[in-house]
């Protein structure tokens, strides 16, 4: 596939990379409005809620924030201030329909002015309703935004489309259709509006010409292809293309799960030669192509604005969930995957992420009833198992957590790359048991499946180095986990450590002091550095570290340990 670039170097980010700069810290600064909302003496009532909201987005709690904005919008509804941060808050915790409501509200605002996003919502908001010429006037009045030269012609090209104008549908394309990064956007929804307005002629040949101009942006034009041949009835037509099409895309699970749903008579998933469809397909689309390029933030942005207008498509919360994983808001991401619907494909798969996502986000006790729960009707599922096992290891119960990674790897015929994590974590839980000569062949065989796995490299060369066994095999492993990973404090701190225990205290100092850079707050780390500063005569700075771990909540029995380097530092180097 051609990557879908060309549209990502015409958008402007639709608001998001407005004057807020939005996509990169979801914190706008304060406007022009801010003096309106801070002179408005509302008292309490709106000034706890604003700062609570404030607090909430910080720490990216954003339907808190929503919910907090919502109070004090409630309590001054007059402040266009308070109610685009409410906009922003709503639109990105998914309470879509609420944001689109408050966009009609900023319209005459001044911050709708200079805010793409906004004046998109409003768009929107019409175009849901299918309010076609309502959807063409507010079109008339964003025509110079952001997302005027793409957006608005294909919104605009739909809105005709929807009430079988054809012509005008043709028109509102043409500049996009003759555009030469963009041109293959526009004709792919030329194709489209044929399709949906019956002309099937034309749109056959619309949708073989995006084939015959070479790789498609996507495979969205083949599975639509294939679908109005097979509602035409020419069912064997659309066999013998998606025949030759899954010839030439071998690995595409999109295309064959697409192409057998369009045989079964159930029509493709997304259905995107409809005006609803067609417009949440440009933001899903947007929405993908952000996220490969870790524009995470503008990519979840885009993905609301889909589901808005094409809440059935399961797709989209199952990406949506992907990404808040990545961004560490796992509530939110449980709540995505908890919105993709049982009768889809990807619902087995989303009920597992949901599961892990709820344990991340700390209700490990709902999680694991979960995952048995599921267990005792797939009791072989070797991907519940595996996550079973990997909650109690995260809670030291070793022992149950090896005999579920047991029946895991049992269920493995065989081992792929793929299958690499559960024999590391099985390798991981036999250590802790005390079974090293068991969890040695675990961690060998984890790294004969992904040779090169840096977490692996680490902690089996650490394994090594800390039972004084291979110590130069050991060094060069964690070298090279180093350099695949030269940014993860953790194992640069294990590389650091090697060259203390084996007497090399400068080059210690030197990669601890790095690892605590990376990561300042850890407590073995740290106390890690102390003992290497002490080692190099520099005696003060190691009891600063040391009191640093002890501040930073250590193990119990370490706690013990570094209290009395601080009182007595280390003894003399044998």
Not at 352 to 361: G, Q, S, T
Request: charged share 25%.
């Amino acid at each position: 596939m051609q990557p879908f670039k060309s549209m990502l170097l015409a958008l402007a980010l639709v608001g998001c990379a407005s004057q807020d700069n939005r996509p990169t810290t979801l914190a706008p600064a304060p406007s022009s409005l801010y003096s309106e909302f801070s002179a408005n003496d509302a008292g309490e009532t709106v000034y706890g809620p604003f700062v609570a909201a404030t607090l909430a987005q910080h720490d990216e709690r954003f339907a808190s924030a929503a919910k907090y904005y919502l109070d004090a919008l409630a309590a001054d509804p007059s402040s266009d201030f308070v109610a685009d941060r409410a906009f922003f808050q709503l639109l990105y915790a998914g309470r879509v329909d609420e944001a689109a409501r408050i966009s009609l509200q900023l319209q005459d605002a001044e911050v709708a002015k200079s805010d793409d996003l906004i004046r998109l919502m409003y768009v929107l908001e019409a175009f849901k309703r299918e309010d076609w010429q309502e959807v063409r006037q507010r079109l008339g009045g964003v025509k110079e935004a952001g997302f005027g030269f793409l957006i608005s012609p294909l919104l605009e090209a739909w809105s005709y489309a929807a009430e079988s104008n054809v012509a005008s549908a043709r028109d509102a394309l043409a500049g996009l259709v003759a555009d030469q990064r963009l041109g293959v956007i526009g004709k792919e929804h030329l194709a489209y509006v044929l399709d949906h307005t019956g002309q099937i002629e034309e749109a056959g040949d619309a949708y073989l010409a995006l084939l015959a101009d070479g790789q498609p942006s996507s495979l969205q034009p083949l599975v639509a292809y294939a679908g109005m041949l097979q509602k035409a009835g020419r069912t064997e037509d659309a066999r013998n293309f998606l025949g030759e099409q899954t010839k030439k895309y071998p690995d595409s699970r999109y295309l064959l799960r697409e192409g057998m749903r369009i045989m079964a008579g159930y029509g493709p998933s997304q259905e995107v030669t409809a005006p609803r469809g067609a417009a949440g397909q440009i933001f899903y689309r947007l929405a993908t192509e952000f996220a490969q390029g870790q524009s995470n933030r503008a990519a979840v942005i885009y993905l609301r604005v889909a589901s808005y207008l094409t809440p059935e498509v399961s797709e989209i919360y199952f990406l949506l969930g992907n990404l808040l994983e990545r961004l560490d808001t796992y509530e939110a991401a449980a709540s995505a995957y908890a919105s993709v619907p049982s009768t889809s494909e990807l619902s087995a798969v989303a009920n597992l992420r949901r599961i892990e996502a709820l344990r991340l986000a700390g209700h490990e006790d709902d999680a694991e009833e979960r995952v048995r729960r599921v267990l005792k009707d797939m009791p072989n599922s070797t991907a519940h198992l595996s996550l079973l096992a990997d909650m109690l290891r995260d809670k030291e119960e070793f022992g149950e957590a090896v005999h579920y990674y047991n029946r895991a790897i049992e269920q493995i015929r065989n081992p792929g790359k793929s299958d690499w994590f559960v024999f590391f974590a099985r390798g991981i839980s036999l250590e802790q048991l005390g079974r090293w000569a068991d969890a040695e062949r675990d961690l060998r065989a984890a790294l004969a499946l992904n040779p090169g796995e840096p977490s692996v490299l680490n902690y089996l060369g650490y394994s090594w180095i800390d039972r004084g066994e291979r110590i130069e095999e050991a060094k060069k492993m964690i070298e090279q986990a180093v350099e695949e990973m030269p940014e993860d404090g953790f194992i640069v701190d294990s590389l650091g450590w090697v060259h203390y225990l084996t007497g090399d205290y400068d080059q210690a100092v030197l990669h601890l002091e790095r690892a605590v850079r990376l990561q300042p707050t850890d407590p073995t780390i740290n106390d890690h550095l102390g003992d290497a500063y002490w080692r190099v005569g520099r005696k003060i700075e190691a009891r600063f570290q040391w009191r640093h771990a002890l501040e930073n909540d250590p193990e119990e029995e370490d706690r013990q340990a570094i209290s009395d380097k601080i009182a007595m530092g280390l003894p003399d180097a044998s």
